[in-house]
């Protein structure tokens, strides 16, 4: 009832820019925090960087001054703007989306649970 889809990645030359664009859809109540998360072959995934609901920002320190993370409530999509790109930045980029939402088509009070939602990942490459 409720899809993360990714999109964005692809293939860059290191120095290069890329966006990454997540759509939430389905039955949601709200969204308290969203996240950007990557696996490189053979490393654990690690966190990217976060907001929450009130815009507050987190980065992982390899990523700080050039990716910039972003938000569209209205649209339930969040954004990662990745600039001067590095080999090391090279991995499977997912979207983690941690909020309430409800069984079912219609809301009720007794629908309502807590989860976090993962999309299926988008593969971002950077060659040197």
């Known amino acids: 009832q409720v899809q993360l889809v990714e999109s964005g990645g692809g293939l860059v030359q290191a120095g290069g820019s890329l966006r990454l664009s997540c759509v939430v859809s389905?039955?949601?109540?709200?969204?308290?925090?969203m996240g950007w998360y990557r696996q490189a072959p053979g490393k654990q995934r690690e966190l990217v960087a976060s907001?929450?609901?009130?815009?507050?920002?987190n980065y992982a320190d390899s990523v700080k001054g050039r990716f910039t993370i972003s938000r569209d409530n209205a649209k339930n999509t969040l954004y990662l703007q990745m600039n001067s790109l590095k080999p090391e930045d090279t991995g499977v980029y997912y979207c983690?989306?941690?909020?309430?939402?409800?069984?079912?088509?219609?809301?009720?009070?007794?629908?309502?649970?807590?989860?976090?939602?993962w999309g299926q990942g988008t593969q971002v490459t950077v060659s040197s």
């Open positions: 983690n989306a941690d909020g309430t939402f409800y069984r079912g088509t219609y809301y009720s009070q007794k629908s309502l649970y807590d989860y976090e939602y």
């Open positions: 389905g039955s949601i109540f709200s969204i308290k925090a």
């Open positions: 907001i929450n609901n009130r815009g507050r920002t």
